[in-house]
């Protein structure tokens, strides 16, 4: 008999591989399953005769396969089934690229469903890669509304469905009430299970803050700040300056520090982190600051040094790299206190590493660590204040209510001088254009930045979306003369960074990548981005890849490169054509992309959301953060709650590398 807890083997046709493949998806459990929600649903349940249907309409349709599907190979890598399809009204073309399969599972003579988008031109109708089932076909993905979840690789829509009908099926007595009977006043299905998991999420976060304003942490004596700015090379900006006096005010509070300085791309955070590692400094407590690759950790320890040596502050870098000569070193002086700043990747919080008077640990992009190894970092000294920097922007609007447990600082500023990335749009028809654009950048001795949405291609995914490593191929041989170089999420770190290292230091010409550069290193040579089917991404996104670019003391540029057709895509890529600031860009891609892609899987540093969205549903989160401040004040412990507490005990413990 299942319950909640059984593993998602239980299920008829789930085996090792697709188990695997859930629990890539964070599924391990029917439970995980019944929350895996849905991204959209797709009204499947109107028929349209074939004559009827209007160009760019995505409709189902019924009618008969006309002749046998035949099999065309292109080229390598590259095959088609096409075949007509005729209902009463009219005829209809399909086409499937890379489904070779079609063509023994299609027959002549029966009738389909299909579903998809009709192209049309003058009298001819057609349908490329539409889904495709017998009339007649039980638990089918037409005829009905159907729930459209996020995949991968190894998984389709029709078995994630299946999965959980099976699991709704064996579960349906299971599901326990977590509501307190007073709040219980929601009746419209999809707002209960929003109310619900923000509820769940805000009595989490609430019972996180108030153990930490609890904790008593090393008070640091009082600093006179100006000090500190009269040696920087410029004059810090206004909003530069409050981040500096909120965060210098909880270092003085007694209690633990754990603040986010959040800021668009070049809005200096870095300048407010060394501000405090000076002040901690002052107060004779060694600093720690962790990036997430050794590129960054060595890019940090240049810039802090800048800052910092007017000062005499002693500082060192430890990452995996380093030589166990180096490693020796470091560790022996971090033991007897005779470093003040460590900067370094993981390895800062290795097992052998001991501090002497841990005060301060500042995180770069914090998603990039995982509970676990933030808490090891923190252990290391006794209740060390953290800071945290992202430069993720989002609305402003939403900043204190996302990140609940942390006090929340925004640079909304640029520093003068600044440079301002112009960016375009454009079509495949100016691909010529850019490419000797490219060349005459090159030619000057810059460098450019080329984003594909893919590593590799993908016979699932439409053949006119670019990958880094086809495209990578491509390039050079349209460039003979440059060297192309090629980094992606795929590669093993130690290659990643070789990569990345041999371009900063001007090794190659053309860097293409996946979005592992989104946030990264500083190339103050590169003066051009480009976004190959810049459809695919979010505004957020597309600026902080924009943000790679204008480093410098060049002029830059971005170009936004797609052949979507659709207003709506124009419109997205209009906004980053016409602001460079990252916090209007968020409040745009939260309006027009939909609150449910806008903040992508990290969900802004907190557990990832199965039904809510943390825009669209603002109100409803600030209305279940009241409900469980009340809740709170009356049943601290949740007590009297036991199935709320055990839902949020299991929230941390399942979202551990989501919680700071």
Request: net charge neutral.
């Amino acid at each position: 008999m299942a319950n909640l807890q059984t593993d998602i083997r239980y299920l008829k046709g789930i085996g090792e591989k697709k188990a695997l493949a859930f629990q890539k998806l964070g599924v391990f459990t029917l439970y995980d399953l019944l929350c895996y929600f849905p991204r959209r649903y797709e009204d499947r349940s109107v028929y349209k005769p074939i004559a009827l249907t209007v160009h760019g309409e995505t409709v189902c349709i019924r009618a008969l396969v006309a002749d046998t599907p035949r099999l065309t190979r292109i080229r390598r890598g590259l095959d088609l089934v096409k075949f007509r399809a005729v209902d009463e009204s009219g005829m209809v073309e399909i086409t499937y690229f890379n489904q070779s399969y079609r063509k023994d599972g299609i027959h002549k003579g029966e009738s389909y469903v299909f579903y998809g988008k009709i192209e049309v031109s003058g009298a001819r109708r057609s349908m490329t890669n539409p889904v495709c089932e017998r009339e007649d076909t039980e638990g089918g993905v037409t005829g009905r509304i159907v729930p459209v979840y996020r995949m991968n690789a190894a998984l389709n829509q029709r078995t994630i469905l299946q999965a959980v009908r099976q699991a709704l099926e064996s579960c349906r007595e299971e599901l326990p009430e977590l509501l307190p009977e007073e709040i219980r006043a929601l009746d419209i299905a999809r707002r209960r299970l929003v109310f619900e998991e923000l509820f769940v999420l805000a009595c989490a976060l609430g019972k996180m803050r108030e153990t930490r304003v609890k904790e008593q942490g090393c008070r640091l004596e009082p600093v006179e700040i100006e000090e500190f700015y009269a040696e920087l090379p410029f004059r810090p900006t206004g909003a530069q300056r409050r981040a500096v006096e909120e965060a210098l005010a909880d270092l003085a509070s007694g209690s633990v520090m754990n603040r986010l300085v959040q800021g668009d791309v070049g809005s200096g955070k870095t300048m407010v982190a060394a501000a405090l590692v000076w002040a901690a400094w002052k107060s004779g407590l060694c600093s720690a600051f962790m990036a997430p690759t050794e590129i960054l950790a060595q890019q940090h320890l240049t810039t802090m040094d800048r800052f910092l040596s007017p000062f005499g502050i002693r500082m060192g870098k430890l990452t995996g790299s380093s030589t166990a000569k180096e490693k020796r070193e470091i560790k022996a002086k971090l033991q007897s206190g005779e470093l003040d700043l460590i900067i370094g990747t993981h390895a800062l919080f290795s097992q052998d590493v001991e501090y002497k008077n841990l005060g301060l640990v500042i995180t770069d992009e914090q998603h990039r660590f995982g509970v676990n190894q933030r808490s090891a970092m923190i252990g290391k000294g006794t209740r060390p204040h953290v800071l945290v920097m992202s430069a993720t922007p989002i609305p402003r609007t939403l900043a204190l209510i996302l990140y609940g447990d942390l006090d929340v600082s925004i640079i909304d500023e640029l520093p003068p001088g600044r440079q301002k990335v112009d960016t375009f749009a454009v079509d495949e028809s100016y691909r010529a254009r850019l490419n000797g654009f490219i060349r005459k950048l090159a030619a000057e001795g810059r460098q450019i930045f080329v984003v594909c949405p893919m590593v590799e291609e993908n016979e699932d995914l439409p053949m006119e979306l670019k990958s880094a490593e086809e495209h990578a191929r491509e390039l050079q041989e349209a460039f003979p003369e440059l060297k192309v170089a090629c980094v992606h999420g795929k590669m093993k770190p130690k290659d990643k960074d070789a990569v990345m290292a041999a371009f900063v230091s001007g090794e190659a010409d053309i860097l293409v990548s996946t979005t592992v550069i989104e946030v990264g290193v500083d190339v103050p040579n590169a003066c051009l981005m480009v976004v190959e089917n810049a459809e695919r991404f979010g505004l957020s996104q597309l600026h902080q890849l924009r943000g790679r670019v204008g480093r410098g003391s060049h002029k830059s540029w971005c170009i936004l490169v797609s052949d979507a057709d659709g207003d709506e895509v124009r419109a997205r890529l209009d906004i980053l054509c016409k602001t460079n600031d990252g916090f209007k860009v968020a409040e745009e891609d939260l309006r027009l992309r939909g609150p449910g892609d806008f903040f992508g899987s990290r969900q802004s540093g907190l557990p990832e959301m199965h039904v809510a969205d943390l825009g669209g549903d603002a109100q409803v989160l600030q209305r279940a953060q009241q409900a469980a401040l009340r809740l709170l004040a009356a049943d601290p412990t949740l007590q009297e709650h036991p199935a709320l507490r055990e839902r949020v005990d299991r929230l941390f413990h399942d979202s551990a590398d989501s919680f700071n």
